[in-house]
């Protein structure tokens, strides 16, 4: 098959991630496989390094952004349809909230010039862009779109079946066909030991000792991802467990809020900032690690949830959109959102009894080890394209 994928941007991110691995499997098994994005621009690191020597095009569109610009949004939108005319697809399968709504609408707009009925279209869900913590004007706007989007869609893929029951639920795509496929991480790097003395230069660097419980947070430093949440909690527990640290990876445009609160709050010796770290790190990071702490209020489902488990670390996670897919009482914790009491109870926990950890850590990687298997989303993509193909 002939298949265009478009993102929005190829920054540190799990929609990122998964379109990567996406193009690269299809590509390997054959595909001609060409992928559409925008620049990565800010403080979120970038992914461009993961798409050199693959067997798939890349394309940049450079007016293709984030943010909401009628003019420069009207120009991605011409120039997705002047590559997607060219390059004229089977599949055009965009990702995220801007190049799902510009890719579908190109897309759909080049079906009615071409006799075979092409391109057929597809679209994941990673995440939503309405949400209960947005205003609800701008969520009418942006559900408005998703619906006319929706209307030129011919298949769904959501990374939780909870994506799927929440779009529905908003009345997007109600008679449209749905499947779930989670997304994919490269397994063995999460699941093969690291070496002591690595995991040993990994907390040295970042002054973290060695018999010292690490608490790790892996999450851009952005609104909605609740830091603020993980720092109250540490107030409270910082005085009752002196080995406790807690680990802050990620980089964004609250980078400087936080370590002015953490200083601030006494906290300098408790938790540690490491910036944005390479995807290639981030096993070493949590295998340095106990627990995986996460309060995102809005997500799709966090990757580095799974990614944990596959290191035999138990997660803690607030309760929105997929988490309950993967944390339960056997793998971890699941809290209520926003609810610090809750969020610290489970912290001290699983501070305090290793065996509790290590008995969650060790049932989370049973459970999700064959869910994220590369081969089982594109078994699942492909068998969607066959559908829609027909």
Excluded at 15 to 33: F, K, P, S, Y
Excluded at 92 to 102: C, N, P, Q
Excluded at 127 to 151: D, T, V
Excluded at 295 to 307: H, I, N, V, Y
Aim: net charge neutral.
């Amino acid at each position: 098959m002939r298949i265009v994928h478009i993102i929005t941007r190829l920054i540190l991110g799990g929609a990122q991630e998964n379109t990567l691995i996406t193009c690269r499997l299809l590509a390997e098994r054959g595909h001609e496989v060409t992928l559409i994005t925008g620049p990565a621009i800010g403080p979120e690191g970038e992914l461009f390094n993961q798409t050199k020597n693959q067997k798939y095009e890349v394309i940049v569109i450079n007016k293709l952004r984030r943010a909401i610009d009628p003019f420069k949004d009207l120009i991605s939108y011409h120039q997705i349809k002047k590559h997607l005319r060219r390059i004229q697809p089977d599949i055009v399968h965009t990702h995220s909230a801007k190049a799902g709504i510009l890719g579908r609408f190109a897309g759909h707009r080049l079906r009615g010039e071409w006799a075979e009925n092409r391109p057929a279209i597809v679209h994941t869900i990673h995440g939503l862009a309405f949400h209960p913590y947005q205003n609800k004007c701008l969520n009418k706007f942006y559900i408005a779109f998703e619906k006319s989007a929706a209307r030129r869609t011919d298949f769904f893929i959501s990374v939780a079946d909870a994506m799927t029951g929440q779009q529905k639920a908003a009345g997007i795509g109600i008679d449209k066909p749905y499947a779930t496929a989670y997304s994919a991480i490269e397994e063995e790097q999460f699941l093969n030991p690291i070496p002591k003395e690595h995991i040993n230069d990994f907390r040295r660097k970042y002054g973290i000792p060695e018999d010292a419980t690490v608490l790790i947070t892996i999450a851009r430093l952005f609104m909605l991802k609740g830091h603020d949440y993980i720092i109250e909690s540490a107030c409270r527990l910082a005085p009752q467990f002196e080995k406790a640290v807690w680990l802050f990876v990620g980089d964004g445009n609250l980078s400087d809020y936080y370590k002015a609160q953490v200083q601030q709050l006494g906290l300098t010796d408790k938790i540690r900032f490491t910036g944005l770290l390479p995807p290639s790190e981030i096993p070493l990071a949590i295998q340095s690690s106990d627990i995986l702490v996460h309060c995102s209020l809005r997500e799709g489902l966090a990757r580095t949830l799974p990614q944990a488990m596959l290191c035999g670390k138990p997660a803690i996670s607030f309760d929105v959109d997929g988490a309950s897919e993967v944390v339960n009482q056997n793998t971890g914790r699941l809290i209520e959102p926003k609810n610090v009491a809750q969020l610290t109870q489970a912290c001290a926990e699983l501070i305090e009894d290793e065996n509790l950890r290590k008995k969650l850590g060790e049932a989370g990687t049973e459970f999700v080890k064959e869910k994220f298997t590369p081969e089982t989303m594109i078994d699942i993509i492909e068998a969607v394209y066959r559908k829609v193909l027909e």
